[in-house]
């Protein structure tokens, strides 16, 4: 079970300012939720905002500058359950020139784009579930270059 003072996720979210938790910390917050604490923080509103923005903030600091400087590639993000446009919260990170850049305008054409739930997203990148998990499930659906998409955990060094 839960070993953070007995709170659920939501309520030890709720609490804390995002901004000020170190990767590993928000890490293991995560990686300490069961599926379906996880589902009821992104099923509310503020609080799925408010983990979306954070984890997608992130990313411009734990990608591989080495892995994306060669490289021009726009993914976009489709998180199920959201306010958006066809019920979708939608991020497009573009990785070149070393860097990853995210944003919530989607602009060039992706090079892939993936459609997963909050929920799902956050197993990834904790390394709970791999995408071939993801995608053999069905919980996962990828629009684009297959072979990016597989690769894509490899240009990020993600916090354990």
């Known amino acids: 079970m839960d070993h953070h003072d007995g709170l659920e996720l939501a309520e030890r979210v709720a609490g804390t300012d995002l901004t000020d938790v170190d ?16 589902d009821a923080a ?13 984890i997608f903030r ?3 600091s734990h990608v591989r500058a080495d892995k994306v400087r060669d490289l021009h ?12 446009e066809g019920g979708y919260d939608r991020y497009e990170c573009t990785l070149a020139d070393g860097k990853c850049t995210v944003s919530r305008q989607m602009s060039d054409r992706p090079r892939v784009t993936i ?46």
Request: proline content about 4%.
């Open 42 to 54: 992104f099923a509310d509103e503020t609080l799925r905002e408010r983990l979306l923005a954070e």
């Open 58 to 60: 992130r990313m411009s």
């Open 23 to 38: 990767a590993s910390t928000l890490v293991g917050m995560v990686n300490s939720a069961p599926r379906e604490q996880l």
């Open 115 to 160: 459609t997963v739930s909050p929920a799902d997203f956050v197993r990834l990148i904790s390394r709970q579930t791999t995408p071939a998990e993801l995608y053999v499930t069905g919980k996962i659906k990828v629009k684009g270059d297959l072979g990016f998409a597989a690769g894509l955990i490899g240009y990020f060094d993600l916090p354990k």
């Open 73 to 84: 590639a726009v993914v976009r993000w489709r998180l199920t359950g959201g306010r958006g």
